[in-house]
């Protein structure tokens, strides 16, 4: 109760309670909880002063109370933002830390920031410190005090309101704040307290625990929770171990950092005032409520614990009096609301949060297919996700801000679509939205904008350098100041204001920064050019807008988007001569600049101005596309208006447009088709219909791109000519006619007289503008370029099937956007009507009956069904009558569907006739379809409205009516293409329009087989010839029916011979059809064609001549295999890489991407190779590839053969397999890894990559798969290197002893699978495969995995078996061992060394004949390659193999009989058993008994399995030898070791030498070096990873030489990365100079400049005051050959530094340019600073070196007699004349000796003088 009576005093002096009296009390505290349970609720309601007056303590008459305890809450729901004050305690986790701030996890959801400055008073004051010293470079910044997932106890210290009422919370962890509530008296040992570091001390640390007059000490060595150094501001969750003097003193202990794990106990005195979040408490459920738990706990407090904080597996565990162990999760100091959670990660002792999900980052996400699972009153809902894991929905996230609540009807819907908006780390949850403005919104996070896309936002600011605009809630972008306008504005605010919507263009994007730049600039805005996102868009030839960020002398540099900018030097800036570029241009301006180079590794740029503004820009864009009229194309969509889509050609973002009413030939599909399209939507089967230098026009009219895809069109007016029939479409409706517009800009008018055969008064009635027509031309105005067209249909001639082919296409055209609608907006019911077809039958429930009807289904919920009056006639209605309705038309976009009951339709279907006339009646009318019902077979179909292009109606009465009858003839039963319904014909009209329609299509029929036709040639193309004949119909002739193909020359074009304009006479051959353009078979002489295919060929032109027509399949079946045919060129399809070539117009062949090519270099433009209409020789590879296709190749051959070399494609790279590859003709080939290359490399399949060519030798067949191989050998074997690596064909090529390469197939507890070759694969034990004692396989498996390359040796061969033994040890094959020694494994017990000897099997083992089970003994045989197919059974396969191992030393003769031990077989499997050989370097004398006795003992256990032989006791002088022999190899051993110019040969010498030496860096480098010549790179970063460890502190050099043996590593083989990481930490742990200096040196020698020269910069930033770094940049420079830089960095230098310092710095880059650079320019230095200063004389001997290395023997006397003449002392003097001496006597002659000495005499005698003087 002292706990109580501290939170709530009394007055007078405190009684000691007794037990009675305490129960009573809690009688009448729950009376008190009801009180305040009623002021709660008050309080919510909104009655804020009330409920303060009644929350007061109550008095009553029993004397008084002061118990006044939290109440329980009425409602469990979660924190809310709106309950959140200042002071509120909170649990919270960190989610990200920046420089200046630490983003914070709250509970619920919630987030808060930390600031850098609220963590503590002392980090605060350091901070102000150290800025003010201006010294940063000790500044513990954030990231090191913080990390994700940290747990903190945090308060909400202030409550910030954005402008638009957005709640920022700032949090402190200060301790003076969160533990304001303790005091000294209150400190209890066992508490669990939060503080931060205030000072680091010897022995331990000050922390500040926020109370004041208490200090808080924490030993050192009771930090094991954080083994590295503490910091100033580390925060920390301690625990109180000892109080002193009444709370001034205080001992701590740090708990887990996750969280205080220790229970708070009521006697430590926690209380409502001083409760902590974080503390673990012992609770017992009170109240379990749908939406959370009610807990009692430290005797007397109540808490909450909401759905989110309780354990999901146990909800329903929960009962009242169950006791359970909670955390303090938040406290609300003003209501006392306590929330806890029984959450794991929270409570048990150990646990981590997770700051990210562990599924990924899934933030933004849009998730379909949601179920709601709960629904939480006050709170929110949970909702279950499509992968079964739970998220949380707020309750505001339920609805739309001004929508009114409704829970139960977002309950009751089956599926939800989610955003995920966030994730909750103190929660482990999702926490989501169901709000359809949320869902929808464009862009959430900034991950989803790019740069380069059109963004709308919302002016929110204008600031000094720019405007911030608003994309969404929370994502802000801005416009810089210069980005406002295309000119810079004075006054921005008159332009933009608050509110304003704008249309930007994103400059950049950095997503982790959340930094956005938009533009506003016009041009950039509205540019249609390609937009340069990154260097490799920018290719060159290509045009772009861009702006000048920065103007020189030598040109602009010119920005694009994503910081992508370039230099437009001076001649390019203009085609006139620019001497000033800033009095032309200004920064900001918008410019086009096309690229004239661009290196995207170096990221450099080369722009121009000037070729841009030549207008050259759409041939430059793309040289290889030309857009000509009549190409078939496919386009991209870049915006979308009421006109029509502007739409960017692919692959080269060419412009262009397609206006709407070119979408379709039936102009109600245009609307629907242009509201199905989207921004980014791709669009095939285009055409271009018209080009000029400002647009490209482009068409989807089928009709239109059928006319010119036939060549029925004028390219310009000179080809119009009277009579001609052409396609065109409605362009203008004038009062005296319509104008007709065709394909190339062409325009001709149609006057009313002409318009149709009865006459039209007003052409609007008739005719709507883009309607498609057919025209013929009727007279021609030469000279004034213009010309009447006739559109009465019994004037033009209309295509056979014409009707149907249109009514084919309009209805595919509406099903494709029902089908697009359907996907896009994800609606069950869309996709629901999308599935309906004409003619299907419903069972419907009759919803209401007025004129018509309206019905209802159980399938179509919230679609309208409707039957009109004429549908339900003769039908008696009643209200919920169920009937079967058939359908007539489905409407998408109004989500109705038109239905009809009567019985007529609805009785059961019977089937139709085709060619037989039905008596049809209109059911239903659609604007351009009808739908129809044939007679009475309960049938029904669409047909058009119209059966001519050309059909106009004058008046109502002529257009279709429902309830019309019509005479149809069938012509397709079932028509797929109509979903299965019939396929009929219709004429219209009256009987003399229907009897003119007839002969005009009688005549339009065209021509029989075989019919001899003249005509002109219109148009000549590579494979075809377009010819109109005398009737005015046109005709086709196919490149291979120009002359005889025998007469064709290879490599020639056919079509050439013939000039347009030509007149010819060709013979009727066959046609194609009017829909697909095929070639129609041949099935009766009389059988007509309206599009008659021709050929010129003289032979067939004979009439007396039988001449038959050949079917594509008689043609195909009469070519064979390897037969050699000429063929031509059709086409080549891009995607599949495939060339079409034809030998007779119904023939096509097809010739794949390895068929046609030999050498993989043309294979990235094959079409190159071949022209189309080419005559080409191929050979015949296949027949049967379709029905009328086969396969060619144009290689020369057209099968595979062993022995050969050929072209194959990359499929893919398996580890076990190889590489798979596609071969020519259809064949699969597959190269082992052993067959990849000469010389093996550890990563064999790296550098293959799909669809990658490579030439390929056929070694052999198998199964259907080709054996290949990659080996230069194999293909060049003339011009191929030394094999490194030989192939093993078999067995027999390999011998025992023999050291060879292979790669790891498997590792199993059998032991290691080596891959020798294709077809042989070996075996290494377990115990040949590592020194290390192993007991488990996996720890090779982790360390081998497949194709690891290893280098082996044999140890035996079974050549009957097929089986190969090798061995892996170091002993054996040269190399390190396979496990690291970082592994820290034991070494295996060392005995004798074995011998390997495969024929000393012994009779013991062979009379164990599988000791082993079976089934291991199959896998065994299946894991080793075998020569034999089935395993041999006879009494020799023991199942147990005995390694031996031949003695090294030669000296020891002793018989090898001894040596030899029997193995056992092991009873859990046929693990072999290994006996070890050696002994231990440092075994003592003694102990080589016992092991002699052991194995003796051993050799004997073996022995007496054989009772015939049994052991013969040696004799004593046997004894004795063995004796002497041991000896003598220990002492052999001892020498080696005592020998120090023996270097360590495999990794436990070296361990052995570092445990004398650990301080020794030569050591470590050594251990290094000897892992890295045998490329085990890991492990010598770890060998150097613990030499940073072990060497001690205080040896900084030998600390530094590791760091740079690291830096050296990583450099030569890590990665940038990598080794900047190792940098920034070899300056933390060293001196920073000396780092620097020695990366710079590595830079050097690697021949890294440009690095070392930004290294050196840094470096004479940072140490600017060390003359050392100076020499050094100065000693690179020169050595670069950069004497100049050099001269200006001695600048630099003298005025960096000390005055004093400038004579010795001048004389060393004297020296310098002596060594490196100019010696005459050095010469000259120390001249100018001998003369300034010229005692000197270290300078003076300093110059006489150099000049002696560099100079002649002249420059050298003139030095020596300037010196001997100085003002010096005589000892100095003295000096010189001895070094004058000796060099004269080196270089010089007698005469020469003598001058030096008389020189010496005179000064002597001078300075004699003088003195005397």
Request: net charge positive; glycine share 6%.
């Amino acid at each position: 109760m002292a706990s109580v009576e501290e939170d709530f005093p009394r007055g007078g002096t405190a009684k000691k309670p007794t037990e009675s009296k305490t129960k009573v009390e809690r009688t009448e505290v729950d009376n008190l909880f009801q009180s305040n349970e009623q002021a709660e609720t008050k309080k919510r309601k909104g009655a804020a002063k009330d409920a303060d007056k009644k929350f007061k303590k109550p008095k009553t008459g029993k004397g008084d109370r002061g118990l006044t305890l939290n109440a329980e809450a009425k409602c469990v729901e979660i924190l809310h933002i709106k309950n959140l004050k200042e002071g509120t305690l909170m649990l919270g986790c960190v989610k990200d830390v920046t420089d200046f701030e630490v983003t914070v996890g709250l509970p619920c959801g919630m987030e808060g920031f930390l600031s850098i400055m609220n963590i503590s008073d002392s980090y605060t004051k350091l901070l102000s410190e150290q800025l003010d010293s201006a010294d940063t470079e000790e500044i513990c910044s954030l990231q090191h005090l913080f990390y994700p997932g940290m747990v903190l106890r945090c308060i909400l210290a202030k409550l910030d309101v954005g402008k638009q009422g957005s709640l920022s919370f700032q949090l402190s962890i200060n301790p003076k704040l969160v533990n304001k509530a303790l005091s000294s008296s209150t400190l209890k040992a066992g508490m669990a307290l939060s503080g931060c570091v205030e000072s680091v001390e010897d022995h331990g640390y000050i922390v500040d625990i926020g109370i004041n007059g208490t200090n808080a000490f924490l030993p050192k060595n009771v930090r094991e929770n954080f083994p590295e150094e503490l910091k100033v501001g580390q925060y920390l969750t301690c625990q109180v171990e000892r109080v002193k003097n009444e709370g001034r003193v205080v001992h701590l202990s740090v708990s887990p950092p996750t969280a205080a794990r220790v229970c708070a106990e009521s006697q430590q005195g926690w209380n409502l005032t001083n409760l902590l979040p974080g503390l673990l408490v012992k609770a017992t459920i009170k109240k379990v409520t749908k939406h959370g738990l009610i807990l009692e706990f430290l005797s007397s407090f109540t808490g909450q614990v909401d759905f989110l904080h309780m354990e999901p597996e146990q909800t329903r565990s929960y009962t009242e009096g169950n006791e359970v162990q909670a955390c303090v999760l938040y406290v609300e100091p003003s209501t006392r609301l306590v929330g806890l959670s029984l959450r794991s990660f929270l409570v048990q002792p150990g646990a981590r949060l997770q700051h990210a999900p562990a599924g990924g980052e899934r933030i933004g996400e849009v998730v379909k297919a949601c179920k709601m699972v709960a629904m939480h009153h006050m709170s929110g809902a949970m909702v279950e996700l499509p992968d079964k894991t739970l998220a949380f929905v707020h309750r505001n996230h339920l609805k739309e801000p001004n929508e009114p609540s409704n829970e139960n009807r977002v309950l009751g819907m089956t599926e939800h679509t989610c955003r995920i908006l966030n994730f909750s780390p103190i929660d482990q949850i999702h926490f989501v939205s169901v709000r359809k403005s949320v869902v929808e919104k464009r862009f959430h996070r900034y991950h989803d904008i790019q740069a380069g896309q059109l963004v709308e936002g919302t002016v929110s600011v204008l600031i000094g350098h720019g405007m911030v605009v608003h994309l969404s809630g929370h994502i802000k972008g801005l416009v810089p100041r210069t980005h406002l306008s295309d000119i810079i504005l004075k006054n921005p605010e008159k332009k933009y204001t608050q509110g304003m919507r704008i249309k930007c263009r994103v400059l950049s994007v950095d997503a982790d920064k959340k930094n956005l730049y938009l533009t506003r600039k016009k041009a950039l805005v509205e540019s249609a050019l390609p937009l340069f996102l990154s260097y490799t868009d920018a290719r060159p030839g290509l045009v772009s807008h861009g702006y000048i960020v920065c103007i020189k002398d030598f040109g602009c540099i010119v920005r694009f988007y994503n910081d992508v900018k370039g230099l437009v030097p001076l001649k390019e800036l203009s085609s006139q001569p620019i001497i000033n570029p800033e009095e032309i241009f200004y920064v900001g301006q918008v410019l086009k600049a096309k690229v004239l180079q661009c290196n995207p590794d170096k990221a450099k740029l080369v722009l121009s101005f000037k070729a841009a503004a030549e207008g050259d820009m759409e041939e430059v864009a793309n040289p290889q596309f030309d857009c000509e009229v009549g190409q078939r194309l496919e386009a991209r969509i870049q915006k979308k208006s009421a006109t029509g889509l502007e739409v960017a050609i692919l692959p080269d973002e060419i412009r262009a447009v397609i206006p709407t009413m070119h979408l379709s030939d039936h102009l109600s599909n245009c609307p629907l088709l242009l509201e199905s399209m989207q921004e980014g939507d791709t669009i095939s089967n285009l055409i271009c219909f018209s080009r000029n230098k400002q647009n490209i026009a482009i068409s989807k009219k089928p009709t239109v791109r059928w006319s010119l895809e036939q060549g029925v069109f004028a390219k310009d007016f000179s080809e119009v000519t009277v009579g001609m029939q052409l396609i065109g479409w409605i362009k203008n409706l004038m009062p005296y006619g319509v104008f007709v517009e065709f394909p190339n800009g062409l325009v001709g008018l149609a006057p009313n007289s002409a318009l149709a055969d009865k006459f039209i008064s007003n052409a609007a009635i008739a005719f709507q503008p883009g309607q498609t027509v057919m025209a013929k031309v009727t007279n021609l105005d030469v000279e004034k370029r213009r010309f009447l067209v006739t559109l009465k249909i019994s004037e033009v001639i209309c295509p056979e099937g014409d009707a149907q082919t249109r009514l084919i296409n309009g209805l595919q055209e509406r099903r494709a956007v029902t089908e697009m609608l359907a996907m896009r907006e994800n609606s069950d019911l869309l996709q629901q009507l999308a599935s309906l077809i004409v003619g299907q039958k419903l069972k419907l429930t009759v919803d209401t009956v007025d004129s018509g009807a309206r019905f209802k289904s159980d399938d179509l919920v919230g679609a309208t069904i409707t039957a009109t009056k004429d549908q339900v006639m003769g039908v008696e209605l009643t209200l919920g009558q169920k009937v079967t309705a058939v359908i007539l038309h489905i409407d998408i976009l109004s989500r109705c569907v038109h239905v009809s009951i009567l019985p007529t339709l609805v009785a059961k279907k019977k089937s139709l006739a085709e060619g037989l006339k039905y008596a049809a009646i209109v059911q239903h009318i659609n604007q351009d379809f009808a739908t129809i019902s044939l007679g009475d077979t309960a049938q029904l179909t669409v047909i058009q409205t119209s059966c001519h292009l050309n059909e106009a109606f004058p008046s109502e009465s002529d257009q279709l009516k429902a309830g019309m009858s019509l005479s149809v003839e069938v012509i397709e039963a079932s028509c797929q293409e109509l979903q299965g319904l019939a396929l009929v014909s219709w004429v219209f009209g009256s009987p003399k329009q229907q009897a003119a329609t007839f002969k005009n299509w009688e005549r339009s029929r065209g021509h029989c087989f075989g019919d001899i036709v003249r005509g002109k040639v219109q148009t000549v193309k590579p494979a075809s010839i377009q010819v109109t004949l005398e009737d005015g119909s046109t005709g086709s002739v196919h490149v291979s029916e120009v002359m005889e193909v025998a007469k064709v020359p290879l490599g020639s074009f056919p079509t050439s011979t013939v000039k347009v304009g030509s007149e010819i006479t060709a013979r009727v051959i066959g046609g194609r059809e009017v829909s697909s353009h095929r070639f129609l078979p041949f099935s009766h002489p009389k059988f007509k064609y309206n599009i008659p295919e021709l050929t010129l060929i003289p032979s067939k032109l004979d009439e007396n001549k039988d001449f038959k027509p050949v079917s594509a399949k008689e043609k195909i079946n009469g070519y064979t295999v390897g037969e050699e045919i000429k063929c031509f060129v059709s086409k080549f399809n891009p995607k599949k890489k495939t060339l079409e070539v034809t030998t007779h117009p119904c023939v096509t062949m097809t010739v794949d991407l390895l068929g046609i090519i030999t050498d993989p270099k043309y294979s990235s433009h094959p079409e190159k190779l071949y022209k189309i209409g080419q005559a080409v020789l191929a050979k015949v590879v296949d027949v049967t590839s379709g029905p009328q296709r086969c396969t060619l190749s144009l290689t020369g051959v057209h099968q595979l053969e062993t022995g050969s070399v050929t072209l194959g494609m990359v499929t893919n790279s398996h580890p076990q397999f190889g590489v798979q590859m596609k071969l020519p003709f259809g064949n699969l080939g597959t190269a082992a890894v052993t067959d990849l290359r000469d010389a093996y490399k550890p990563n064999p399949l790296a550098g293959y990559s799909k669809d990658q060519l490579l030439r390929c030798f056929l070694l052999g067949k198998e199964n259907g798969t080709w054996q290949l191989s990659l080996r230069l050998s194999r293909l060049n074997p003339e011009q191929s290197k030394p094999v490194k690596d030989p192939e093993v064909l078999s067995v027999d090529h390999l011998r025992a002893g023999q050291v060879i390469r292979g790669y790891v197939k498997s590792v199993s507890e059998h032991g290691v699978f080596i891959r020798l070759s294709m077809s042989i694969t070996g075996r290494a034990q377990l115990q040949q495969c590592t020194k290390y004692s192993v007991k488990d396989h996996k720890v090779l498996s982790e360390h081998l995995p497949p194709n690891t390359l290893l280098t082996t040796k044999i140890c035996s061969i079974d050549k009957e078996e097929g089986l190969v033994y090798l061995s892996l040890l170091p002993e054996d094959t040269g190399k390190p061992d396979v496990l690291p020694e970082t592994l820290g494994l034991q070494l295996r017990p060392v005995g004798e060394k074995r011998t390997y000897d495969s024929k000393t099997t012994t009779c013991d083992s062979k009379k164990k004949k599988r000791t082993a089970s079976e089934s291991v003994q199959k896998q065994l045989e299946s894991q080793i390659t075998k020569k034999a197919k089935k395993a041999k059974t006879d009494d020799n396969d023991s199942g147990v193999e005995v390694y031996f191992r031949e003695e090294e030393d030669k000296r020891d003769k002793e018989p090898k009989s001894d040596s030899v031990k029997k193995v056992t077989p092991s009873p859990a499997g046929p693990s072999r058993l290994q006996v070890a050989a050696g002994f231990s370097w440092d075994a003592h004398l003694s102990s080589l008994k016992p092991a002699l006795a052991a194995q003796e003992g051993e050799s004997s256990d073996g022995e007496d399995q054989d009772e015939s032989k049994k052991p013969q006791k040696k004799s004593r002088h046997e004894l004795q030898q063995e004796k002497k022999a041991a000896e003598k190899a220990l002492v052999q051993r001892e020498t080696e070791l005592m020998d120090p110019s023996l270097r360590p040969q495999d990794a436990a010498a070296f361990e052995r030498l570092l445990l004398a030496s650990p301080n020794s860096s030569l050591l470590w480098l050594q251990y290094m070096a000897h892992h890295l010549q045998a490329t085990q790179i890991e492990q010598a970063r770890a060998v150097a990873e613990r030499a940073l460890k072990t060497i001690s502190f205080r040896e900084e050099q030998e600390k530094l030489n590791v760091w740079v043996a690291l830096l050296n590593l990583e450099n030569m083989y890590g990665s940038e990365e990598s080794l900047k990481k190792v940098f920034e930490r070899a300056l933390q742990f060293c001196e920073p100079m000396p780092v620097y200096q020695q990366l710079a040196d590595i830079y050097a020698k690697c021949n890294k400049t440009k690095e070392a020269e930004g290294l050196y910069k840094t470096m004479v930033r940072r140490f600017r005051q060390n003359k050392a770094v100076w020499l050094s940049y100065g000693a690179f420079l020169l050595q670069q050959g950069q004497s100049d830089g050099a001269s200006v960095l001695l600048q630099r230098a003298l005025k960096s530094l000390p005055t004093k310092e400038s004579v010795d710095v001048i004389a060393k880059f004297a020296q310098l340019e002596f060594r490196y650079g100019d010696p005459e320019k050095g010469r000259t230095m120390f001249d100018k600073v001998l003369t300034s200063y010229p005692k000197r004389t270290d300078l003076w001997s300093v110059f006489l070196d150099l000049v002696f290395k560099h100079g002649s023997q002249k420059e050298v006397r003139a030095l020596f007699d300037r010196v001997i003449a100085l003002s010096v002392s005589v000892k100095k003097i003295k000096f010189f004349f001895k070094r004058y001496l000796e060099y004269e006597k080196k270089h010089g002659t007698p005469q020469t000796i003598q001058a030096v000495k008389e020189k010496a005499v005179e000064f002597v005698e001078a300075k004699g003088n003088k003195a005397a003087n």
